[in-house]
C-alpha cells in the first residue's frame, strides 16, 4: 500500500464549478498535510498546508484534514481557468510523501 | 530572487555515459532533496541532505549518487544512466519550521536516456 493514494484524474470541470480533490494516507503519525500546484513545465509549489485535523481557508481554497479516517481534501470554489494544473497532496515532516498528482482543467 | 535553480533544463544522453545535474539554492536552506516525477507515479524521493556532508537515500537510490560539500549545492550525479531513468527530476529546498515545511523547487530537468 501507498503511504499518500491520489486519484490521478484527469478531472475536467467548467468554469466556476467547485472542485473536490482528494488523497488518503496511511500513517497515522504524519501532523503536516500539504497541497503543492504545478503548472505545466513547472516546479510544484505549495499552496496550502494544515497541521493534524481540521480546516483552513484562503481566499477560494479549503484545505481538510480528518485524521480519523486519512483523509485529505482540497476544495477550490469558483473555479478559474488559472487553476488548470496538477495538484498534489502531501504529508511527512521534512521528508515529504506525495500522492501521484490530479491534473485538473477548468473549461472556460 | 530566491529560488532554487538546476542545469540544464532538459538533457538527452546516452547509456552509460556520465551525467551531472547541477542544483543550487540561495535561501541558506540546511535541507535539500532529489526527486524523479514520473507519469502515474508521482514525485519520488531519491536523496536527500539534512546538511552539508550529511546525504541519505530517499525511495528510489538506485543508479544516483549526490554530493553536498557546501550548502548552496546539491548535484545530482548519474554514474551510467539507463533508459529507465529517464524522467523529470526537482531539485528541492527547505528550512525546518517554515510553512509546514515547504519545499522549494527548481524548475525541472527532463532527461532522455537513450
Known amino acids: 500500500q501507498k503511504e499518500v493514494e491520489q486519484d490521478p484524474g484527469p478531472l475536467s470541470v467548467p468554469e466556476g464549478a467547485i472542485v473536490s480533490l482528494n488523497c488518503t494516507y496511511s500513517n497515522s503519525a504524519f501532523q503536516y498535510f500539504m497541497w503543492y500546484r504545478q503548472y505545466s513545465r513547472k516546479g510544484p509549489e505549495l499552496l496550502m498546508y494544515t497541521y493534524s485535523s481540521g480546516n483552513k481557508e484562503d481566499g477560494r481554497f479549503t484545505a481538510q484534514v480528518d485524521k480519523s479516517s486519512k483523509y485529505i481534501s482540497l476544495f477550490i470554489r469558483d473555479s478559474q481557468p488559472s487553476d488548470s494544473a496538477t495538484y498534489l497532496c502531501?504529508?511527512?515532516?521534512?521528508?515529504?510523501?506525495f500522492g501521484q498528482g490530479t491534473r485538473l482543467t477548468i473549461n472556460p | 530572487e530566491a529560488q532554487v535553480t538546476q542545469n540544464p533544463r532538459y538533457l538527452i544522453t546516452v547509456t552509460g555515459k556520465k551525467l551531472t545535474v547541477t542544483c543550487s539554492q540561495n535561501?541558506?536552506?540546511?535541507?535539500m532533496s532529489w526527486y524523479r516525477q514520473d507519469p502515474g507515479l508521482g514525485l519520488r524521493q531519491i536523496y536527500y541532505s539534512m546538511n552539508v556532508e550529511v546525504t541519505d537515500k530517499g525511495d528510489v537510490p538506485e543508479g544516483y549518487k549526490v554530493s553536498r560539500k557546501e550548502k548552496r549545492n546539491f548535484p545530482l550525479i548519474l554514474e551510467s544512466p539507463s533508459p529507465n531513468q529517464t524522467s523529470l527530476y526537482f531539485c528541492a529546498s527547505s528550512f525546518p519550521g517554515g510553512r509546514g515545511n515547504e519545499q522549494f523547487f527548481g524548475p525541472g530537468t527532463r532527461l532522455t536516456v537513450l
Open positions: 535561501m541558506n536552506h540546511e535541507y
Open positions: 502531501a504529508t511527512g515532516a521534512q521528508k515529504l510523501v
